[in-house]
């Protein structure tokens, strides 16, 4: 019997922290969901008529998750949602109406769940591992089972094909941008990272995409031709336009919903609303409720992306200095943190940069100090497994496009020197991983248990 979240961890971490000295792999060679199918089989997670729904994608998944979310549940449907990472707590991870689950909820379930899991644990050769995520995922579905949760949107970890959500019987995939990202662990093409990504289209179900590059598009498709699936893609043509900049968020056009408000600023918000309206409309099709071709579902659309509540995203943390934080760890998501937040920054800006080094960190500083007086490079050891660039390499990289840069071991050390240089009325932004964005939340004080 678990009676801390400490203690929860530590028991679904076991397995996994014996590998964390092994060298790791594709994930092809390293990872097994056998072992998480077994316990869910075994638990009988998987029956019922309950939908789901899979994301997956290089960015933007949990934005287009959480959208989704809050769009079925204004619907009327009662909604489960498995993310990752959390910010602060992990019991964030798993949420029905955006409630999170309770932390004695947690425990009991991970209790009932033990003998299952120890009695596959007993059987695992020392290089196997029972995947955290996988247990997560069981607590999940038993939560899920438990608040009568009709629709679930379950958002992927960094692959697909051997990513333990895709274990669920999902009848819709939906696809974010894919980019070369995690190279080491899903291969260092494009194309072979699509297919990762592509795993999780299900047999006869359906699959919807934003536009992507020609490579993972080819991908996408053969391998819903593959499994008979119907694949969906929207085009630059099909994206919502912009239509107003609020300090509080945008106003976009898109087609029969006329004018939409999403309270997320960040211009690649425009393109995950739009493919979550889509996809909301494909899964909603399955499920009794309001019409398609009424007033009132264009009305609950509107009204649950009106209400959509994503931390960490182009967030608004302070107004004296204007402070805003975003998990922009590419190129591509700094560029569209910018692009959101620029009608709104008084200089000086200083930027606060945090990119691990699996990441273009070099290509971050440069996005950033196009707007930046100074950039400060900061890191976190709060995940031992994942390592930021060394100070050298950070300085040298950041000077190469900045004249003003600086260094600092811990996030609330950059803080105060930015607050320093900036003073009242000048901007801080900070493009960091989602650790550090946790760590925001915690500075500032913000409650992560309800979106």
């Known amino acids: ?15 996994r922290r014996r590998l964390d000295v092994a060298p790791r792999g594709l ?19 998987l029956g019922g008529s309950r939908e789901y729904v899979v994301v997956t994608g290089s960015r933007g998944k949990g934005s287009v998750t959480g959208m989704m979310a809050k769009m079925l549940e204004s619907l009327g449907h009662t909604v489960g949602m498995m993310t990752s990472p959390h910010l602060v707590h992990w019991n964030e991870r798993i949420r029905v109406n955006g409630k999170m689950i309770p932390t004695d909820d947690f425990l009991r379930i991970l209790s009932s769940l033990q003998p299952t899991i120890d009695a596959i644990t007993d059987q ?18 038993r939560w899920f089972d438990e608040q009568k949760v009709n629709v679930a949107v379950l958002e992927v970890g960094r692959g697909g094909r051997f990513d333990d959500i895709a274990v669920v019987p999902n009848k819709l995939a939906v696809f974010t941008p894919i980019m070369l990202e995690h190279t080491a662990l899903l291969g260092d093409t494009l194309a072979r990272i699509a297919w990762h990504k592509a795993g999780i289209i299900s047999h006869s179900g359906q699959a919807v995409s934003l536009a992507q590059a020609p490579e993972v598009m080819s991908v ?26 609020r300090p509080d968020g945008q106003v976009i056009q898109h087609g029969r919903y006329g004018k939409l408000f999403i309270p997320l600023l960040g211009r690649y918000q425009i393109e995950n609303a739009t493919l979550a309206i889509q996809a909301v409309g494909m899964v909603h099709a399955r499920l009794r409720g309001i019409a398609h071709n009424t007033p009132q579902y264009v009305e609950a659309i509107r009204q649950g992306l009106a209400n959509v509540k994503w931390l960490g995203r182009s967030q608004q943390l302070s107004d004296s200095p204007l402070t805003y934080v975003d998990g922009a760890i590419t190129v591509e998501s700094a560029q569209s943190f910018i692009a959101g937040i620029r009608p709104h920054i008084k200089a000086p800006v200083v930027s606060i940069v945090g990119v691990p080094a699996d990441r273009d960190f070099a290509g971050v500083y440069r996005v950033m100090a196009e707007i ?3 950039l400060i490079i900061t890191e976190t050891d709060i995940n031992p497994n994942t390592k930021f660039p060394s100070q050298e390499d950070a300085i040298t990289s950041a000077q190469a496009v ?13 803080l105060a020197l930015a607050r320093e240089k900036v003073g009242s009325d000048g901007t801080i932004l900070l493009a960091v991983s989602l650790m550090l964005v946790g760590e925001c939340m915690l500075i500032w004080e913000i409650d992560t248990a309800e979106i």
């Open 372 to 374: 930046s007086d100074s």
């Open 220 to 245: 996408l498709d053969k391998e819903s031709i593959n499994r008979d699936a119907t694949f969906t893609w929207l085009a630059k043509r099909d994206v919502a336009k912009l239509v107003e900049d």
């Open 124 to 141: 695992l050769n020392d290089d196997q591992y029972l995947s955290p995520q996988g247990i997560f995922l069981a607590v999940a579905l």
């Open 1 to 15: 019997m678990f009676d801390t979240m400490q203690s929860a961890i530590t028991y679904i971490f076991k397995t």
């Open 402 to 414: 900045c004249d003003d840069v600086h260094f600092r071991e811990t996030l609330p050390q950059a």
């Open 27 to 45: 994930d092809e060679h390293t990872r097994d969901v056998s072992f998480t199918r077994k316990i869910l089989t075994r638990e009988n997670l």
